[in-house]
């Protein structure tokens, strides 16, 4: 086993052509489940040049019943869809909040598919979907999150709030970032590289020195803010290496639902399903389950049942059942992983893990999703309905089930 490594995570921010158009596919599942908790979404969303195209599936009372829209429905999922580029903070001549073209080509739900989700007088709720997903936690930041990952969020989060509140004038919407770390065992010893590629005002380039100049000390004064100073010192950075960065977001490449999902789960240090997160509603298993087993990796971590966990789910379409959960802390458990697999399956709350067990143990039919969809589904900080597979409420179980 190796004992020193680099690896390296990243981030996009909020403004990120991709996670505009998570952030818009994310509004409207809120939308619906706002109007019905039992709502069906699944909604795709592409940004390009002063455009926005919404395409999916729905259904939704009082919504969209019986293959027609309610009254005023269309208007209302257009003025969300605008009030969130509004937020995110698009003024630009390339993709403005108020004159981009818009397309809302959302359609009712197949009957087949609802049919195998639906419960029946015979037929507990199944899975939307066939598919694997994977939860992970690690006890080497406070979020219990992998360090290249989390540092790579905070640079970018601090950004966004300099940006907002007029601190950092000069910066636009669309930034990305990445930290790569010299680990030694399990801990991050040295930060050996960081890179910051942010959108900017006119004249933040290399044939303005003076403005260049003060990009560079504003990044790194926002990187030695969020870094420990410790893991400074032998730092090689890479601020907008490509000289120029003002045509961004949308105008300056297309974003699509779903394409960031290494940077909404562990930033590689762990598997991934496959399935994408942002647009779709939580019967769907592609994100209740992904959020089901971050939520026990993480209270196995905080329980010191483990100081790594990985966790692998496995559903089939239409049915309520898993058909596998598999555990693994890396030589790291302090009693067998199979033993961490039968406490959880026989924690009774938990319901056996089945699609509806899994929502109403973590409250999913709420409208609480826009905000997952930058800077990462996981590590957040639980408010309120907010982020509750965030919360360290089965640790006393595990342990009870463990003693």
């Given at each position: 086993?190796?004992t020193?490594?680099?690896?390296?995570s990243?981030?996009?921010?909020e403004?990120?052509?991709?996670?505009?158009?998570?952030?818009?596919?994310?509004?409207?599942?809120d939308?619906?489940?706002?109007?019905?908790?039992?709502?069906r979404?699944a909604?795709?969303?592409l940004t390009?040049?002063?455009?926005?195209?919404?395409?999916?599936?729905?259904?939704?009372?009082?919504?969209?019943e019986?293959g027609?829209?309610?009254?005023?429905?269309?208007e209302?999922?257009e003025?969300v869809?605008?009030?969130t580029v509004?937020?995110?903070?698009?003024e630009?001549?390339?993709?403005?909040?108020?004159?981009?073209?818009?397309?809302?080509?959302?359609h009712?739900?197949?009957?087949?598919?609802?049919?195998?989700?639906?419960?029946?007088?015979n037929?507990?709720?199944?899975a939307?979907?066939q598919?694997i997903?994977?939860?992970?936690?690690?006890?080497e930041t406070?979020?219990?999150?992998p360090?290249?990952?989390?540092?790579?969020?905070?640079?970018?989060?601090?950004?966004?709030?300099?940006?907002?509140s007029?601190?950092?004038?000069?910066?636009?919407?669309?930034a990305?970032?990445?930290?790569t770390?010299?680990?030694?065992?399990?801990?991050?010893v040295?930060?050996?590289a960081?890179v910051?590629?942010?959108?900017?005002?006119?004249?933040?380039?290399?044939?303005?020195?003076?403005?260049?100049?003060?990009?560079e000390?504003y990044i790194?004064?926002v990187?030695?803010?969020?870094?420990p100073?410790?893991?400074?010192?032998?730092?090689?950075?890479?601020?907008?290496?490509?000289?120029?960065?003002?045509?961004?977001?949308?105008?300056?490449?297309?974003?699509?639902?779903g394409?960031?999902?290494?940077?909404?789960?562990?930033?590689g240090?762990?598997?991934?399903?496959?399935?994408?997160f942002s647009?779709k509603?939580?019967?769907?298993?592609?994100?209740s389950?992904?959020?089901?087993?971050?939520?026990?990796?993480?209270?196995?971590?905080?329980?010191?049942?483990?100081?790594?966990?990985t966790?692998?789910?496995?559903?089939?379409?239409?049915?309520?059942?898993?058909?596998?959960?598999?555990?693994d802390?890396?030589?790291?458990g302090?009693?067998?992983?199979?033993?961490?697999?039968?406490?959880?399956?026989?924690?009774a709350?938990l319901?056996?893990?089945?699609?509806?067990?899994i929502?109403?143990?973590?409250?999913?039919?709420?409208p609480i999703?826009?905000?997952?969809?930058?800077?990462g589904?996981?590590?957040?900080?639980?408010?309120?309905?907010?982020f509750?597979?965030?919360?360290?409420d089965?640790?006393?179980?595990?342990?009870?089930?463990?003693?």
């Amino acid at each position: 086993m190796r004992t020193t490594y680099l690896f390296t995570s990243e981030s996009v921010s909020e403004g990120h052509p991709d996670k505009v158009s998570d952030q818009i596919s994310d509004a409207i599942v809120d939308l619906f489940l706002s109007k019905d908790p039992e709502a069906r979404v699944a909604c795709e969303t592409l940004t390009t040049t002063n455009l926005v195209v919404l395409a999916g599936e729905i259904r939704c009372k009082g919504v969209y019943e019986n293959g027609a829209w309610a009254p005023g429905a269309k208007e209302e999922i257009e003025q969300v869809v605008r009030e969130t580029v509004k937020r995110i903070g698009y003024e630009q001549e390339g993709f403005h909040w108020q004159t981009f073209r818009f397309e809302n080509n959302l359609h009712g739900q197949s009957a087949h598919i609802a049919q195998g989700v639906d419960a029946g007088e015979n037929k507990d709720e199944g899975a939307g979907d066939q598919g694997i997903m994977f939860g992970y936690a690690t006890d080497e930041t406070p979020g219990y999150m992998p360090a290249t990952l989390y540092y790579s969020h905070k640079i970018l989060e601090r950004m966004a709030a300099d940006r907002h509140s007029g601190a950092a004038p000069f910066l636009e919407p669309d930034a990305k970032s990445q930290v790569t770390l010299r680990y030694e065992g399990s801990l991050p010893v040295a930060a050996t590289a960081v890179v910051v590629s942010t959108q900017h005002k006119p004249g933040y380039d290399e044939d303005n020195p003076a403005k260049r100049a003060e990009l560079e000390a504003y990044i790194k004064k926002v990187v030695a803010d969020v870094i420990p100073p410790v893991l400074l010192r032998e730092t090689e950075y890479f601020i907008n290496p490509t000289g120029k960065f003002e045509i961004g977001g949308p105008d300056g490449d297309a974003g699509l639902t779903g394409r960031k999902i290494i940077v909404d789960t562990y930033g590689g240090a762990a598997p991934h399903g496959g399935g994408a997160f942002s647009g779709k509603d939580p019967t769907k298993v592609d994100r209740s389950a992904a959020y089901i087993t971050r939520y026990l990796a993480k209270n196995v971590v905080a329980a010191g049942l483990a100081t790594r966990c990985t966790i692998q789910i496995a559903y089939a379409i239409g049915v309520s059942k898993p058909l596998s959960l598999y555990v693994d802390t890396h030589e790291t458990g302090k009693v067998g992983d199979d033993k961490i697999e039968q406490a959880i399956l026989g924690i009774a709350k938990l319901g056996g893990l089945t699609p509806r067990a899994i929502r109403t143990h973590l409250g999913l039919n709420k409208p609480i999703y826009q905000r997952t969809a930058a800077y990462g589904h996981f590590g957040r900080t639980p408010e309120g309905d907010f982020f509750p597979w965030e919360r360290l409420d089965l640790v006393d179980d595990l342990k009870a089930a463990l003693a």
